[in-house]
């Protein structure tokens, strides 16, 4: 199994950064891609950006240029920087993890998660 712990996150001013870090522990070593997702209340959560064990980069358009994903495979941790925020950048923001493993006899893509963290923009 894999645990994600979450830090970062709270209001910001319009404009401003944040930037949320999320460290993994467990079983790392199942661990293909890690992402930041995001959800409202009532809706469903939707990515933000990802990105795989060989560094490739995916953002949703709408933070394309103003946020950026990064990742240290040795300290299993992943990093959303996120500048020139606005008010509809405010969501609960949560660490994913996903992985390939064997579950009984089944290998599949498995997807962990943390707990999440808020991020206000205020205008």
């Known amino acids: 199994q894999v645990q994600l712990v979450e830090s970062g996150g709270g209001l910001v001013q319009a404009g401003g950064s944040q930037r949320l870090s999320c460290s993994a522990s467990?079983?790392?070593?199942?661990?293909?891609?890690m992402g930041w997702y995001r959800q409202a209340p009532g809706k469903q959560r939707e990515l933000v950006a990802s990105?795989?064990?060989?560094?490739?980069?995916n953002y949703a358009d709408s933070v394309k240029g103003r946020f950026a994903i990064s990742r240290d495979n040795a300290n299993s941790t992943v990093v959303l920087q996120m500048n020139s925020l606005k008010p509809e950048d405010t969501f609960v923001y949560y660490c994913?993890?996903?992985?390939?493993?064997?579950?009984?006899?089944?290998?599949?893509?498995?997807?962990?998660w943390g707990q999440g963290t808020q991020v206000t923009v205020s205008s």
């Open positions: 994913n993890a996903q992985t390939g493993e064997y579950r009984g006899a089944i290998y599949g893509t498995y997807f962990y």
């Open positions: 990105i795989t064990r060989g560094g490739r980069t």
């Open positions: 467990g079983k790392i070593f199942l661990i293909n891609t």
